[in-house]
Nanobody, 124 residues
Framework: QVQLVESGGGLVQAGGSLRLSCAAS????????MGWFRQAPGKEREFVAA??????????YYADSVKGRFTISRDTAKNTVYLQMNSLKSEDTAIYYC???????????????WGQGTQVTVSS
């Protein structure tokens, strides 16, 4: 049974930073791609970032709206993926979800497992 547990959300002022964590359990972490999505009130869940490994090479992908501000990383020893969020804006306010997929993808429908989400609120 795959479990994903997010943490690190909270309230921050615009321009500030937060780091989200997602602890994974249940299957070999390094074999799968991990992604972060977010959902703001009244909006669809959207892709934020994804990370995967092929051999010793790590690949990361970002939505244009967060490129240059957010960084996704993973610690395979801790089975944890992180999302470092800098220069936060009010439009980054959302529930952030981590998810696991069999292959590298930015498509929400191709992620098999999801965490429960963590709220990020950016005040202007």
């Amino acid at each position: 049974q795959v479990q994903l547990v997010e943490s690190g959300g909270g309230l921050v002022q615009a321009g500030g930073s937060l780091r989200l964590s997602c602890a994974a359990s249940g299957r070999t972490f390094s074999n799968y791609a991990m992604g972060w999505f977010r959902q703001a009130p009244g909006k669809e869940r959207e892709f934020v970032a994804a990370i995967s490994m092929r051999g010793s090479t790590t690949y990361s992908y970002y939505a244009d709206s967060v490129k240059g501000r957010f960084t996704i990383s993973r610690d395979t020893a801790k089975n944890t993926v992180y999302l470092q969020m800098n220069s936060l804006k009010s439009e980054d306010t959302a529930i952030y979800y981590c998810a696991e997929a069999g292959g590298t993808t930015t498509l929400r429908t191709e992620y098999d497992y999801w965490g429960q989400g963590t709220q990020v609120t950016v005040s202007s």
